[in-house]
C-alpha cells in the first residue's frame, strides 16, 4: 500500500453526506482550508472491526471546530454512523479512520464566515505508524528545533491542521538524521510530545508526564492513564524539563497511529524497555479489541 499515492487508492469516501469513489474525492485549490489552515480533522483506528472510542473522537471533532470559529454541519450521531458505515462499505477490520473538516473556496482571503463547512472521512489499512522491528526495541527520537508554543496564540485545544506545521518540519528533520521521531518541548523549555504522540517516563516505578496545557489531552493518553491506574501504578502529571530525563529508566508514547510505543533514545538520553511499558503495551492491545459476545 505504500507504494500507492493516497489519491490512487480503491474504494469510497464519504463526502459532504455522501460515498463517492476514492479517486473522486476533491477540493478546489483555492478552498480556504488549504491556504489559511482552517481545517480540523480525527485520527482514530478500528479494531476487529469495531472503531475504538469513535463517540469520543467525533466529540473532540466538533470542539476543535468550535474553537476555529465554525460549526460542522454534522451532528454527532450522524459523523458516528457515516464512519461505521463506511468502515462496513471498505470491508476492513483493521483499519485507520480520518475525518477532516474545512472551510471551503466560496470566498478567499483571511476572512470567510461564509465559506461552506465540508466534512469528509477517509479510511484506510494503516498497519503501524512506526517500523515493527524499532517499535520491538524502542524506537530513536531526536530534539527537536521548533517548540509547541504559548497557548495564549493558539487554540492548542484544538485537533487543528496548522498546530501540526511544526510537527511535519520536525518529524523531517528527524527522519533525515535516522530517527524515528522527535521530541519537541513547549515555549517555555518544558518537556511537551512527540510530533504526533504524547509522551511517558518511568522511574522507581512512577509513571511521570506532561501536564498537557499546551498540547492535546490526547485520548489514547487518558486510555493509558486508566490503564496504569487499573495495575495500580502511579501517574504523576507535571512539569518536566528536559534534563530529567537523565534519571528516567524507561519511556512510551501513545497515540491513536502510535498506539503504545516504547521509546530507546531521545538525543543524548537512553531508556530501556521495561516491564511496566511492557504491560501497558499489552493492556492496551487488549483493551481495543471488541468485546465479541459468548455464542
Same mark, same amino acid.
Given at each position: ?19 463517492? %469513489?476514492?479517486?473522486?474525492? /476533491? ?13 480540523? &480533522?480525527?485520527?482514530?483506528?478500528? #479494531?476487529?472491526?469495531?472503531? &475504538? ?9 466538533? /470542539? ?5 470559529? &465554525? ?19 471498505? =470491508?476492513?477490520?483493521?483499519? #485507520?479512520?480520518? %475525518? ?15 465559506? @461552506? ?20 526495541? =524502542? ?8 517548540? @509547541?508554543?504559548? %497557548? ?26 535516522? #530517527? ?20 511517558? &517516563? ?35 502529571? @507535571? ?22 510505543? %516504547? ?28 468485546? @465479541?459476545?459468548?455464542?
Amino acid at each position: 500500500m505504500a507504494s500507492v499515492p493516497f489519491d490512487q487508492l480503491e474504494g469510497e469516501i464519504w463526502y459532504n453526506g455522501e460515498f463517492v %469513489p476514492w479517486q473522486d474525492a /476533491k477540493l478546489h485549490v483555492l478552498s480556504h482550508g488549504l491556504h489559511y489552515a482552517s481545517s480540523v &480533522f480525527e485520527g482514530e483506528r478500528a #479494531y476487529g472491526g469495531v472503531i &475504538f472510542k469513535l463517540r469520543e473522537h467525533t466529540e473532540r471533532l466538533h /470542539k476543535s471546530a468550535k474553537l476555529l470559529g &465554525f460549526e460542522i454541519p454534522y451532528s454527532v450521531e450522524e459523523i458516528d454512523d457515516a464512519c461505521n458505515e463506511l468502515l462496513k462499505r471498505q =470491508g476492513f477490520e483493521d483499519a #485507520y479512520v480520518r %475525518p477532516v473538516a474545512w472551510r471551503g473556496s466560496e470566498m478567499m482571503g483571511v476572512s470567510a464566515q461564509h465559506n @461552506r463547512i465540508n466534512l469528509a472521512i477517509a479510511i484506510w489499512q494503516w498497519p503501524s505508524y512506526f517500523k515493527p522491528e524499532e517499535r520491538l526495541k =524502542g524506537i530513536r527520537l531526536d530534539m527537536a528545533k521548533y517548540r @509547541r508554543p504559548d %497557548p495564549r496564540t493558539i487554540p492548542s485545544e484544538s485537533k487543528a491542521a496548522g498546530l501540526y506545521m511544526i510537527c511535519t518540519l520536525s518529524k523531517h528533520e528527524a527522519e533525515s538524521k535516522g #530517527y524515528a521521531d522527535s521530541l519537541m518541548l513547549d515555549w517555555r523549555g518544558r518537556v511537551a510530545e512527540a510530533t504526533g504522540a504524547n509522551i511517558f &517516563f518511568v522511574k522507581d516505578g512512577v509513571i511521570h508526564t506532561p501536564t498537557p496545557d499546551c498540547f492535546l489531552d490526547g485520548i489514547t493518553r487518558r486510555t493509558v492513564i486508566d490503564l496504569a491506574r487499573k495495575r495500580g501504578y502511579e501517574i504523576v502529571e @507535571r512539569a518536566i524539563m528536559p534534563e530529567e530525563m537523565e534519571d528516567f529508566e524507561e519511556c512510551f508514547l501513545t497515540g491513536t497511529a502510535a498506539e503504545v510505543t %516504547p521509546v530507546s533514545e531521545i538525543g543524548p538520553y537512553r531508556f530501556s524497555v521495561g516491564e511496566i511499558t511492557t504491560n501497558l503495551v499489552n493492556d492496551y492491545m487488549k483493551a481495543v479489541q471488541p468485546v @465479541r459476545e459468548a455464542a
